[in-house]
C-alpha cells in the first residue's frame, strides 16, 4: 500500500499539470469534491482551485493529506479501488512486451480522444459522448492472441478500466473483438489501426457490448505522440 501512495504522491508532485493529476486520482477512487473537502479539512473551492490549476501547485503536506483521505474513504467503503490497483498496476515496460499501458494526466472525453486520434466510429458512436478515459492500452494483436494467458488479461488494464485498448497489427478486427467478448472486464472504447474493411462479426460484437469501436489510419507514431501528451 505505501508503494502504491508513494506512486500517486510522485505523479502528482512531478506532473506538469499537478491539479488536473489530483482530480484524475479523485475521480478513479470516486470520491466527491465534497466529501474530500470534509475530510482533508480544506474548503470545496480550494480544492476546485487546485483541479482547475488556479492555485499554486500544492505542498508536500497536502498532498500527503489527499492521498491518505483517498485511501481512508476508499479502506470505509470497502477498499475495493486500491485492491483493484494494486493487483492491476503493471510495470511491463520492456521492448519486447506485446502492451504497454499509458495512463492521461487528466481524463478526456470519448469524442476528444476520437478526435485526436483522427478516428472513424464504426460501431456505437452514440455510447462515444458517455465515455470518460483515464488511459489506454497498447496492443500488438497478433501477440495478444497467440502469447496471452487468460491470467494475464487483467494486466492490460494497469490502474483502471477506464481505457480505450487500441490494437495494431489488426487485418480485420475481428480476432481482437472476439478475444474481448470472452473476457470478464471489457475496455470502454476499442481502436483498431489501419484497417480498410472492419469484419461484419466485430462490428457486431461491439454492438452487443455496448462498446465504441473506432478506425483509425493516422501514422501510429503521430497517434502515440499526440495521446502521451495528454
Known sequence: MDELKEKIAGEITLSDSPGSTMKKWRELFGVTQIDLAKQIKIST????DYESNR??????????????TLFKIDKERGGNVVSS??????TNDGKDSYYKIHDFMAPISGTDFNRIIEGKVVANPAYL??????GYTRLDSLRVILEMAPS???KLFGSTTERAFIFERVSTGRSPLVVVRIAPI??????I???TNVDKLAIKIAQ?????????????????DRLEKI
Open 45 to 48: 473551492s480550494t480544492i476546485s
Open 55 to 68: 492555485r499554486l501547485s500544492p505542498g508536500v503536506g497536502v498532498i500527503r493529506r489527499f492521498v491518505d
Open 85 to 90: 490497483l494494486e493487483k492491476n498496476i503493471s
Open 129 to 134: 459522448d458517455s465515455v470518460k478515459l483515464f
Open 152 to 154: 494475464e488479461y487483467t
Open 186 to 191: 471489457k475496455p470502454k472504447i476499442i481502436v
Open 193 to 195: 489501426h489501419n484497417v
Open 208 to 224: 452487443v457490448e455496448k462498446i465504441p469501436l473506432i478506425v483509425t489510419k493516422l501514422d501510429i507514431d503521430k497517434l502515440y
